[in-house]
């Protein structure tokens, strides 16, 4: 797969991304991306309907990629870096996750990364976040 298929994500994230997606994306049954999770900012009430939902919707948080093995989700976080913002960002995004579509069910959190701290690495790990360290390829 292209990583131009991926122009939601960052070049260089979209190209790790049709990495991973020829190496594992056949455990997954489908993909949702840029999905979109949170409240968003506070809007002005005294705006137009349409330029409210335009402004919460534009300042949502955005999931890279939900996979799915029958109806258990796996929110994706891809970054040449794994650091402790990728970290931030997973635990983020479930909880949010579950607070938007009223989820309660079994979730997994995966980092996909070519680069990742070890610390960061070793307390995801420690608390059940996989990470998918791929190797890098020249210029990344």
């Known amino acids: 797969m292209s990583p131009r298929a991926f122009a939601h994500l960052l070049p260089a994230e979209a190209i790790i991304w049709a990495r991973w997606i020829r190496l594992y994306g056949a455990g997954w049954e489908r993909f ?12 002005d009430p005294a705006w137009p309907p349409e330029i409210q939902r335009m402004a919460r919707t534009l300042s949502q948080k955005r999931i890279d ?3 799915y093995i029958g109806t ?4 994706f976080e891809v970054t040449p870096r794994g650091t ?3 970290y931030g960002a997973l635990q983020l ?3 949010l996750y ?8 079994p979730l997994e959190l995966v980092a996909v990364t070519v680069r990742i701290d070890p610390d960061v690495q070793r307390v995801m790990v420690a608390e059940g976040i996989r990470v998918y360290l791929l190797e890098p390829t020249p210029g990344e």
């Open 32 to 43: 949702d991306y840029d999905v979109r999770v949170g409240e968003g900012r506070p809007v």
């Open 98 to 105: 579950r607070d938007t579509l009223a989820y309660n069910g």
């Open 65 to 67: 990629a939900v996979g």
């Open 84 to 86: 402790r913002t990728t």
């Open 93 to 95: 995004y479930g909880k």
């Open 72 to 75: 258990v989700p796996t929110i």
